[in-house]
């Protein structure tokens, strides 16, 4: 099983930057595809940013232009630079992992049936 852990949210204002981290371990094969989520109080989880291990990348049209996921392959670990952020931003986000080699195919997306691992959560919360 891939264990991620993520890391970087916080408080921060209008405007600000954050920068989240998802730490991959547990794994010796490929993560082919791996991605942000998000959900806000009394909503449903969305969609943020997904990537290929290529580095193709897909965005959630209210992102797009603010947001850049990335990935390090040989630290394993996944990257969401978030800039001009705005309160409507405020969620918990997560990181998930589809490490199936057939994802190379479908990948990126926001399936989340298709995302085998998650991590706990890192809140981020702009005023």
């Known amino acids: 099983d891939v264990q991620l852990v993520e890391s970087g949210g916080g408080s921060v204002q209008a405007g600000g930057s954050l920068r989240l981290s998802c730490a991959a371990s547990?794994?010796?094969?490929?993560?082919?595809?791996m991605g942000w989520f998000r959900q806000a109080p009394g909503k449903e989880r969305e969609g943020v940013a997904t990537i290929k291990r290529d580095g193709t990348t897909k965005y959630a049209d209210s992102v797009k232009g603010r947001f850049t996921i990335s990935k390090d392959n040989a630290k394993n670990t996944l990257y969401l630079q978030m800039n001009s952020l705005k309160p409507e931003d405020t969620a918990m986000y997560y990181c998930?992992?589809?490490?199936?080699?057939?994802?190379?195919?479908?990948?990126?997306?926001?399936?989340?049936?298709?995302?085998?691992?998650w991590g706990q959560g890192t809140q981020v919360t702009v005023s």
């Open positions: 998930a992992a589809d490490v199936r080699s057939g994802s190379w195919y479908s990948c990126p997306k926001f399936d989340e049936a298709d995302f085998a691992s």
């Open positions: 547990g794994y010796a094969g490929s993560t082919y595809c």
